[in-house]
Structure formats: structure tokens, C-alpha cells
């Protein structure tokens, strides 16, 4: 992995505005103080921190959905101000177009930028035989497990080749099973494409498995309380038998530490 940094946040901050009604004068949640840290060049970064801790808050500014009220978001040096093709997104839910198929989903982001169709098609194989689903691409949704469905939505995302992955808790609608094996193929996806990734996570043993380095948030409002280097080398052993390594299990335990204890001192 290089050590470019492909995105920035430094000293991001937003507070919601949350109207009163009825006479009553509007509030103002602050939800992100100053938040600002690195992302390098092909790496994984996870984003942890307890509930409303403006994790979703801070992926929608990097997305430039939301607008910040201070501070920047770089990519490449570039300040972001809208949604762009060099940020490619991934949801908790698929949400993928039901009347078309798996390969017809995964062209969609394609025919919008004009590509013809032969070449559309052939890189829309390529990526769904990436995620583990050649045998599947004539199949619509419904015909699709949760699982699958996120395969297509993983490789939908890959299709505009973004220069950085967002993925907002993407496997929390899976089952436990589904959700370790797609743990690993994210990982052997990213060691074939080297996608720059953050990803957002209430799953600590998730956070670890993927990361390269883990940002934990302090909440109220959400501030960098630290980031955590993770030492494993790749490729990475299953989950459950990384989970016996024991400075997996001190990772963890200084990460709930983390979670727990009383906010950072806000900068
Ligand atoms: N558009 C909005 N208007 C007002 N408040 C909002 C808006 N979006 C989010 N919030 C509030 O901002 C805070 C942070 O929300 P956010 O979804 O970013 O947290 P989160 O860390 O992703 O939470 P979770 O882990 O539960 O998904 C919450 O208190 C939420 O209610």
C-alpha cells in the first residue's frame, strides 16, 4: 500500500438545525466538531463509534450530499461540493432496480456515461464474476438473496470506478453467516482492485477484520477520539480463527474501552 493520501477531512464540523413548530423556537444539534484525519491510498479505513455519533452524518459530506459548515473534504487534493464519480457508494440496503437484472443493474452507472454496449457488458461480467456471480447475471432481484444482492451492489459501485468506496454498514442486513463470508470476499476483492475504502460499522470484530486502520468517533458531538493501526498482515485468516489471536481480543477490548469512556476533550 502507498502511503498517498487520497482523501482528507480536516477540521469538519456540522450542527442540524432542528425546527421547533408550533411556537417553539428551533434548536441546534451540533453532531461533528472538528473531525479530521487521513485516508491513504488503497486502504481500508472503518469509522466506529457509538450510536448518533454522526458516522452516516460524516460519510454524506465526503459523499457531497451534505453540505459541512466548516472545515474541507478533500479527494485528491480537490475540495469535494457535490456527489461525483470518483466517490462511489454502497448502502445497508441494495436498493437495486427491480425490473433489471444482475448484469443490467450493474451496466446501469455504465450507460450513463455513455459507454457502448459491448464494452458495457463485458465490464459488467468482469466486475459480477469479481463478486462471485457469473452464474447469476440473468437473474432479476427477487430471484437474488440478501447476500447476492449485495454482491450486485458492491460490483455496481465498482463499475464507475470511483477513486474511493463509501460503504454505510453494507452487510448489517445479513445474517451472521452471509455477512463473515462477505466479509472475506470484500477483503479478496480489495487485495485484487486496491479500492481506497471507508466504511462505516457498528461491528467491532468487522471493524478490525477489514481495516487497515479503525477511526473511533466520540459522540455528542462526534469528534476523532483516536485511530488504531491494525497489525494483521494480508491475506487475513477467517474471522473466527483471527478472533483467537489475542491481540485481536486486546484490539477489541481497547476499542469498547474507547467507545465507552467519557468523550475526548473537544478540540
Ligand atoms: N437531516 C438531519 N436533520 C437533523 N438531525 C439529523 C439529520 N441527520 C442526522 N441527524 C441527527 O444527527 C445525529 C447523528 O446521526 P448519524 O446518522 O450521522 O449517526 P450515526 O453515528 O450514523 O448513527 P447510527 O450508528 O445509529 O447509524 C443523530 O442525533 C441524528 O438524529
Known amino acids: 500500500m ?7 477531512a480536516e477540521k469538519v464540523s456540522k450542527t442540524f438545525r432542528i425546527r421547533g413548530g408550533g411556537g417553539t423556537p428551533d434548536s441546534f444539534l451540533p453532531v ?10 488503497g486502504e481500508i479505513v472503518s469509522i466506529i463509534g457509538e ?6 452524518t460524516l460519510l454524506r459530506i465526503i459523499q457531497g ?24 457508494f454502497v448502502f445497508q440496503q441494495a436498493s437495486l ?3 433489471r ?18 464494452k458495457r457488458r463485458e465490464k459488467a461480467q468482469d466486475l459480477l464474476a469479481l463478486v462471485g456471480l457469473s452464474h447469476a447475471q440473468e437473474q432479476f432481484p427477487h430471484e437474488l438473496s440478501g447476500g ?11 463499475a464507475i470506478d470511483p477513486a474511493i ?3 454505510d454498514e453494507p452487510f448489517s442486513a445479513l445474517d451472521a453467516q452471509t455477512r463473515e463470508v462477505l466479509q472475506a470476499e470484500l477483503l479478496r476483492i480489495q487485495q485484487e482492485v486496491g479500492k481506497t475504502t471507508i466504511f462505516v460499522t457498528h461491528d467491532l470484530d468487522e471493524a478490525i477484520y477489514l481495516s487497515n486502520r479503525v477511526i473511533v468517533l466520540a459522540a455528542k458531538p462526534g469528534r476523532v477520539k483516536e485511530v488504531i493501526d491494525i497489525p494483521f498482515d494480508h491475506p487475513r485468516p477467517p474471522l473466527p480463527e483471527l478472533r483467537g489471536d489475542p491481540r485481536f481480543q486486546e484490539l477489541r477490548g481497547r476499542m469498547w474501552e474507547l467507545i465507552r469512556s467519557a468523550p475526548a476533550v473537544a478540540a
Open 2 to 8: 502507498e502511503h498517498r493520501i487520497k482523501l482528507s
Open 32 to 41: 461533528l466538531r472538528n473531525v479530521s484525519f487521513d485516508i491513504f491510498e
Open 51 to 56: 450510536s448518533g455519533c454522526g458516522k452516516t
Open 65 to 88: 450530499l451534505i453540505r459541512h459548515d466548516a472545515g474541507d473534504v478533500k479527494v485528491d487534493d480537490k475540495v469535494v461540493v457535490k456527489p461525483g464519480r470518483d466517490r462511489g
Open 97 to 99: 432496480l427491480p425490473w
Open 101 to 118: 437484472t444482475a448484469r443490467a443493474n450493474v451496466e446501469f452507472g455504465l450507460e450513463l456515461q455513455n459507454i457502448p454496449p459491448a
Open 148 to 158: 447476492m444482492q449485495q454482491r450486485v451492489n458492491l460490483a455496481r459501485a465498482l
Open 165 to 167: 468506496m463509501l460503504m
